[in-house]
């Protein structure tokens, strides 16, 4: 809680701990959105919102501020880290704040943050609806945005945007400009977003608790409303993980390869790189330098853009370059990078070059179905399967675990004393 010289409160970070384990685990991504929230105190409502392996929304925590200003933001950020092990998110999605933007900086130095893209195309008609072109201006932005299938390719279709329309001289436009490497696709596919290009997730959160708060809720009630909306998450992320293990989705190719995915991934994630399988049908690799130790490839794929009227297909080229000596496989269009999926162009050249079993950096960890998350063995009040017999093993072993650490903390040798029989334990019980 954070309370003003009067003794007021003014701020409060509130994060069970179920969402403190499964920050270990999926605190790397995180969208963030203040929605106003009309409670008793008028405090907007700011969720932590992470990605788990069933591609569900998981809440790492949440904050009721009393200002949106940049001295708030930075008290939340910090508390939160602080809660979180003191580890920072390594991406940050949020909408178009420049108080939130001066917060992420200093509290977030190294979090790669980007933009809510959705939120800046909405505005669209609101600061260019005085164009006389105005009809065709938001589908030739959206265009340029997202047709770039590179950063060279976005240059060059931004300035010749920014000319047909005569629009050098606009002043939200030129913001964005200079600030494209916060939300233009080309710009940050790079990095892994687990897929999200917008908060998007952060607002069906506020939502989802609409159905548990209102405007006369107390802090009170809200600490028991956040739970019982909670249980609710959790029965579903059960649902999905008792689904794992008793049922499969069959393979649509009898390649070891795509066995290789459906015994690893979550069903979930399994149904997304099925779609890349398919999404093979409307593409044709060409060779460009091939050897055996490193290749080139050109990947031509039919894309439809637009919808409706406006919907047209483009036959766009992708470039994959193939090591052959690992049997690694890059793509530029980099949608293993972005959502953690091998994207179709890597496997038109994994067919050609009969790759039976793709590396494991490809099977990512965080889409994994054998295994035993940390934040499933916290015993929590609102999670009955917690009360099972590992669950409360787990519990017994913590407590004093946590005891000793409280003990030797301030001793050099009993530290390392310890550290030695730790470590021994666990090569013991692996």
């Not at 265009?143 to 002043?171: C, G, H, P, R």
């Not at 916290?378 to 519990?395: F, G, K, L, M, Q």
Request: proline share 2%.
């Amino acid at each position: 809680m954070d309370l003003d010289d009067k003794g007021q409160l003014v701020n409060v970070l509130w994060a069970d701990a179920r969402s403190r384990a499964a920050c270990k685990e999926f605190g790397d991504v995180v969208s963030f959105d203040t929605t106003y929230l009309v409670n008793k105190y008028d405090m907007p409502f700011a969720p932590f919102v992470g990605v788990n392996h069933h591609g569900q929304s998981i809440l790492l925590g949440c904050g009721l501020i009393s200002h949106e200003d940049t001295k708030s933001f930075s008290w939340l950020f910090r508390t939160w880290m602080t809660c979180m092990w003191g580890c920072a998110p390594k991406a940050l999605i949020t909408d178009q704040c420049m108080a939130m933007k001066n917060a992420i900086e200093e509290v977030f130095p190294h979090t790669r943050h980007r933009w809510c893209i959705w939120h800046i195309l909405k505005k669209v008609p609101e600061k260019l609806g005085n164009c006389e072109e105005r009809k065709s201006i938001s589908p030739s932005l959206h265009n340029v945005v997202y047709d770039s299938l590179t950063i060279e390719e976005f240059e060059v279709a931004w300035d010749m945007f920014i000319k047909k329309y005569a629009l050098q001289n606009n002043e939200w436009l030129h913001g964005l400009y200079l600030e494209r490497n916060r939300w233009v696709p080309a710009f940050v596919k790079d990095v892994f977003w687990v897929g999200m290009a917008s908060t998007q997730r952060s607002e069906s959160m506020n939502t989802y608790f609409d159905g548990y708060i209102n405007s006369k809720t107390t802090l009170k009630q809200f600490v028991e409303q956040y739970e019982n909306a909670l249980a609710k998450k959790v029965e579903n992320e059960n649902y999905e993980d008792t689904k794992d293990l008793t049922s499969y989705i069959p393979c649509i190719t009898a390649a070891q390869l795509e066995k290789q995915f459906q015994s690893a991934y979550t069903r979930a994630k399994f149904i997304e790189f099925k779609d890349e399988i398919v999404g093979k049908l409307n593409c044709s690799l060409y060779e460009r330098k091939v050897s055996d130790v490193w290749s080139e490839y050109e990947v031509e794929e039919d894309i439809k853009f637009g919808e409706g009227e406006e919907e047209r297909t483009k036959r766009v080229s992708f470039k994959v370059e193939f090591n052959g000596e690992t049997n690694e496989a890059n793509c530029n269009c980099r949608l293993f990078e972005f959502r953690g999926i091998v994207c179709r162009h890597q496997l038109m050249v994994f067919h050609e070059r009969r790759v039976q079993r793709v590396p494991e950096k490809y099977v990512l960890r965080r889409w994994r179905k054998n295994l035993k998350r940390a934040h499933t063995k916290v015993r929590i009040n609102y999670d009955n399967s917690s009360s099972t017999i590992e669950a409360r093993r787990h519990d017994n072993m913590c407590n004093p675990f946590n005891e000793v650490a409280d003990l030797v903390e301030d001793s050099q040798g009993k530290y390392e004393k310890v550290m030695g029989t730790a470590t021994g334990a666990k090569r013991r019980a692996a």
